[in-house]
């Protein structure tokens, strides 16, 4: 333990984080002020204070909260023998128990609500005593015996429960003290001992299960136990290990092996290897301002240091995901097929930027209230404070909204362009659209399946890409529907095999592969089931690009999984899957989103269907199809035909995109009208029907066909006129091969190529040399620039030789060389242990 203590040590003081926990002895009595004054601050963010509760945007949120202790207290009141709530059957279901405390903290947060309309439950003696004997019979009955807990879920057990105990202990402390004094250190040492994957009852920064947004959960929960217990040392422990939350991660430089955090180019990733800032990235926001909110006077941390980091998640990590109050769907993971989430998820991150907002101070604090207003007024569903946590959030977002002086102002530049690389995930966005790209790799999970949720996942880290335009309301074209209602073979910018999946329950008759006895142990929550189930990574290297400025440039080679890799190890009745091969570059420009595709086919001799794009409408909405085939004559609607260019139009939500079609083989265009149950990609949805008109653009190759190679171009808001434009248009593809994918557009000056094989490849007037990702820019002013990124995260140099005369250097990023040689400008770009960072340099003539 101490030899991991000293490297945890080590780790914060290098990310200059130890000066957050004051170093100095503190007195007992410290302890003792600074505790009570944490226990006052928990109560104050979940409950409110007198002068927030007494305004009037808090009255809903304070009814909901009366409400629910109000059934709460009639399901117990009508529990019969064995039961604390009418009808909760405890004993065999976790889920059940986390919902039996859950319950208990909702009828203790009632009783602490200051202020706001008179109830009477507040500060009911009565009723907190039944709270503190229900946690009583639940510990007595079904909690207290290590030997029958642990079952399912073990979220529950370390987190979950615990985080309702804590926070209902916090909240009824006086009277616990009074009427079951021990109590507290009773259920402490319970929690401690459900800390199964923790060493003696506490943290272990080594173990998989505590990283990233669940430690910080753990932590927050054992600051809140040494609160009660006034244990300095628990609190300052907790701290220390919260800590490590806010380094950034050095994928070079692991600590504790750990993968699960934020990244300098502002990807976030839990679970070791999924993209996942839009669920679990969000919930380490909530957490970490929480606790920042509830540390604040206590004297047992120096909050406001952290302040500026948490600020540059939001920046970096949160701003460029949100678009118009939504959260775009390549970060949620399994969260994809709920019901709640893209404004709902954003609603999250409105109320924890509100509360970071007043932490921090002067343009800071002004950036992040004007971000806020920005959210509120370009969001296409408005925001629910109800759903806020706490009142006092609720009072804060509505000072903001409410001020004057406070301008909306996105936090995004209007044109950007984000290679989150560390995550394998793209994001371009202009005025009237974003994009959203999904990769993987060897290092990044191709999706997330779990706990029944997200059942048909397989080809969402394949390419796969989401188009949103400006003025849409998101949930009619993205979110649960989408995935309900689009095929899973079929998601927009997906290759796939025509053959037919079935899911982790329809194989195995359970969520999850069971197998314990079999050498790679498959448990609910074994290591081989995350590894082969739950998140599965690709084993294709290349997955990367480069930025310039506002512009951007990806590139991955299709491969199959690692469970198909190593089916040889695996048992005889596991079901692995072969996928198709293509090797794919996607070039973010201004007007445009130009895809290369080549090799596309299949080894295995499967016929194989590229689909182009999906769009869906809700089914009477004014949809309509046009183009025009390569012999000038005029398209209308579904078919297949040798097109030139197509536009699909959803005159009811006022959107278009259009499609023009450089180098592509016959499309097949469909529009179809989907009905499927929502339960279909999540087995705890309600089983809702979902109707939907169908968009699909496809490429279809038969069985056995060669491969072939694709170019076409995305064009958002589109009209028939500029689509005809491309005729001759700007745009022209250089090479589109297995080896090399370029293209240059004469209008911005700009040649981008992404090159996957070893040796030299040429293409507009550049040489690179190797795997790289290469955006060159050529400006009336003399001036080029020129951005390199390593696309494998394994090179030590990328090379570029820029051809015609010599050109000198005007500005560049450190680590580049410049040199002139025989035939140009050789470029050296230093891509030692840069994780996929973009270098860029300047020129003169």
């Known amino acids: 333990m101490e030899i991991t203590r000293r490297r945890l040590l080590s780790a914060l003081s290098a990310a200059g984080l130890l000066t957050v926990i004051p170093s100095q002895p503190v007195s007992a009595a410290e302890v003792a002020a600074g505790s009570a004054r944490l226990l006052v601050n928990t109560v104050a963010v979940f409950a409110g204070t007198a002068e927030a509760n007494a305004r009037p945007e808090t009255a809903a949120k304070l009814a909901a909260v009366d409400r629910a202790a109000r059934t709460n207290l009639k399901a117990m009141d009508a529990a019969g023998a064995g039961e604390l709530f009418a009808g909760l059957v405890l004993g065999t279901d976790e889920a059940n128990l986390n919902t039996a405390f859950r319950r208990l903290y909702e009828v203790a947060l009632a009783t602490r609500v200051p202020g706001g309309a008179p109830s009477d439950l507040y500060q009911n003696t009565a009723v907190q005593r039944r709270v503190i004997d229900g946690l009583t019979w639940l510990h007595e009955r079904y909690y207290g015996d290590q030997s029958k807990g642990y079952y399912g879920n073990w979220f529950h057990w370390e987190i979950g429960i615990s985080q309702y ?65 006034g244990d300095d040392t628990r609190i300052r422990k907790a701290l220390t290990d919260q800590l490590t939350v806010f380094a950034t991660i050095d994928p070079y430089h692991l600590n504790h092996a750990v993968t699960d955090g934020h990244y300098a180019d502002g990807s976030f990733i839990q679970h070791g290897s999924v993209a996942y800032t839009g669920s679990y990235g969000k919930g380490l926001l909530v957490r970490v301002v929480q606790t920042l909110k509830i540390l604040d006077g206590t004297g047992f941390a120096h909050g406001e240091a952290l302040v500026p980091t948490v600020q540059g998640w939001v920046k970096n990590g949160f701003a460029p995901l949100i678009f118009e109050g939504w959260m775009m769907e390549i970060v949620k993971g399994r969260a994809v097929s709920r019901t709640d989430t893209g404004y709902t998820d954003v609603a999250v991150v409105v109320e924890a930027v509100a509360d970071l907002a007043s932490l921090a101070s002067g343009a800071d604090a002004t950036a992040l209230k004007s971000y806020v207003k920005h959210i509120h007024s370009t969001s296409r569903s408005t925001l629910d404070p109800v759903r806020f946590v706490s009142p006092v959030s609720i009072a804060r977002y509505a000072d903001i909204i409410g001020d004057a002086t406070v301008p909306p102002a996105d936090l995004n530049a209007a044109s950007r362009s984000v290679a989150f690389n560390a995550m394998d995930k793209n994001v371009h966005r202009r005025p009237g659209y974003a994009f959203a790209l999904a990769r993987s790799s060897d290092r990044i999970s191709k999706y997330e399946y779990m706990n029944g949720e997200n059942l048909m996942p397989w080809f969402q880290g394949e390419g796969a890409y989401y188009l949103y335009l400006s003025g849409q309301d998101q949930t009619q074209a993205y979110g649960v529907d989408y995935f309900t209602t689009v095929s899973p073979y079929g998601l927009a910018g997906v290759t796939a095999p025509v053959e037919q999946r079935h899911t982790i329950p329809e194989l195995y008759g359970k969520p999850y592969y069971d197998n314990p006895g079999h050498p790679l142990n498959f448990t609910s929550s074994s290591e081989s089931q995350n590894t082969y189930v739950y998140f599965p990574r690709s084993t294709n290297q290349h997955s990367g690009g480069a930025v310039l400025g506002s512009y951007g440039a990806a590139g991955m080679m299709q491969s199959s999984d690692v469970a198909h890799r190593d089916q040889g190890l695996l048992p005889d009745d596991f079901v692995v899957h072969r996928n198709a091969t293509a090797t794919k570059s996607w070039f973010l420009l201004d007007e445009e989103i130009v895809v290369l595709a080549a090799g596309v086919g299949d080894s295995a001799g499967r016929a194989v269907t590229t689909t182009l794009d999906a769009r869906t409408a809700a089914p009477d909405d004014q949809v309509s199809v046009t183009g025009m085939l390569r012999d000038g004559r005029p398209w209308t609607g579904a078919g297949i035909g040798d097109l030139h260019w197509l536009r699909y139009a959803n ?97 911005l000056g700009l040649t981008a190529a992404n090159s996957f094989t070893p040796g030299r490849h040429e293409a507009g007037g550049m040489r690179v040399e190797g795997p790289a990702s290469v955006i060159v820019r050529r400006e009336r002013r003399g001036l080029t620039t020129v951005a390199v990124s390593d696309p494998t995260m394994r090179r030590d140099t990328v090379s570029v030789l820029i051809r015609g005369r010599s050109l000198r250097e005007v500005t560049s990023d450190d680590k580049v060389r410049v040199r002139s040689v025989h035939g140009g400008t050789r470029l050296d770009f230093d891509t030692h242990h840069a994780y996929g960072q973009s270098f860029t340099v300047t020129l003169r003539g």
């Open 165 to 229: 105990v804590s926070k209902t202990l916090a909240f009824l402390c006086d009277q616990v003290r009074a009427y079951r004094p021990d109590l507290v250190r009773t259920y402490v040492a319970s929690m401690d001992a459900y800390l199964r994957n923790g060493i003696d009852g506490d943290v272990n920064l080594d173990s998989r299960f505590h990283t990233g947004a669940n430690l910080a959960d753990i932590t927050t929960n054992r600051i809140l136990q040494g609160a009660l217990l």
């Open 651 to 747: 005159a009811t939500q006022r959107t278009a995109v259009g499609y023009v079609f450089l180098d592509t083989p016959q499309v097949r265009v469909a529009l179809d009208k989907v009905t499927r149950s929502r339960r279909a990609v999540r087995t705890s949805n309600p089983d809702t029907a979902v109707t939907r008109t169908v968009l699909g653009v496809t490429v279809d190759q038969a069985p056995g066909a060669e491969p072939i190679r694709m170019a076409y171009v995305l064009v958002p808001n589109a009209g028939e006129a500029g689509l005809r434009t491309y005729l001759h248009g700007p745009l022209k593809v250089l090479a589109n091969t297995c080896r090399l994918q370029a293209l240059t557009h004469t209008g």
